[in-house]
């Protein structure tokens, strides 16, 4: 038997209804929500998440900026940039589109972005929330951490008691994904490239989510299909031009449910980012 698939576009499709009209209330309230991307250089790849995320932005009624910097810009003009729109009343959301120009990969980021702005989540007062055992998706949350909560949620997947399996412990995913896992009182094994016998590991899990970025890693060897787990597959990898996720097709076969690639995890990142610029307006004009 095939497991189930768990696309992303019927919560994409509920959640956009749902941010339309938050976006409305804050326009009927005299604000409209307007995010800026900066990006720095022109990366095609970078170019073509701005454009994912341009378009949910102007369907539930935002308003989206970008600005675009020279791939030499210096220091200080990148952090004169990031400082003027820190303080624009008109923006209510900040991203950094990563990655960045080799010479300010050395600047701390995370945190230039004030944490009101940081729709990414990433600034430090952001991710302690997460790390204090905060489970309030409303505020500014990691998007992939966030998406692939909502998306669990949506499918009725149980989180409590369950053990839940990460693999990958980036700042963006892994990490702060593992601790609203645990916030949400799964059981939660956090594993990565040094970590031995994780098939073994794997083969225990309720829920494996797969962050690694590493064409069809993940096989059916790593599932007992007595487990019926739920696999989410957050990789972006290409393999002869074509967008490939980190598990592989044969994974169906034993799993419980697989999130697709494209189509998964994918867009509910681009939605939960939307979701925290209507947040992070929300919370500014509350005051
Ligand atoms: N769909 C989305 O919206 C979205 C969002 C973000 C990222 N992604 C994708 O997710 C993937 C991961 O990206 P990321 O930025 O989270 O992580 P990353 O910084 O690229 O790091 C990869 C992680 O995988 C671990 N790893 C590498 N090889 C492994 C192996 N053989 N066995 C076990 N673990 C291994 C690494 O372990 P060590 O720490 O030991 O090196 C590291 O923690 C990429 O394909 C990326 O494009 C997708």
Redesign the pocket.
Known sequence: MTAKLLPALPLVEQMKIDLKSRCEALKSRGTIPAMCVVLIGDNPASLSYIRNKRKICEEVGATFNLLQLPSNISEQDFLNYIEKLNHDPKIHGIIIQLPVSDHLKKLKLSNLVIASKDIDGFHGINTQRIYTGSTDLKLLVP??PK?IIYLLKYYGVEIAGKHAVV????????KPLSMLLSNLNATVTL?????QN?EEITKTADILIS????TH?IQAKHLNPAKKTIVID????TLNGKLTG?VGPDVAQVAGGVTP?PG???P???VSLIENLISATEIKIKG
């Open positions: 998007c992939t998406g693999i990958g412990r980036s700042l963006i995913v892994g594993a990565h490239s040094k970590t994780l962050a690694i970025g590493k890693f957050v990789g972006m990898n980190d690639v998964g995890v994918g509910m990142t681009v």
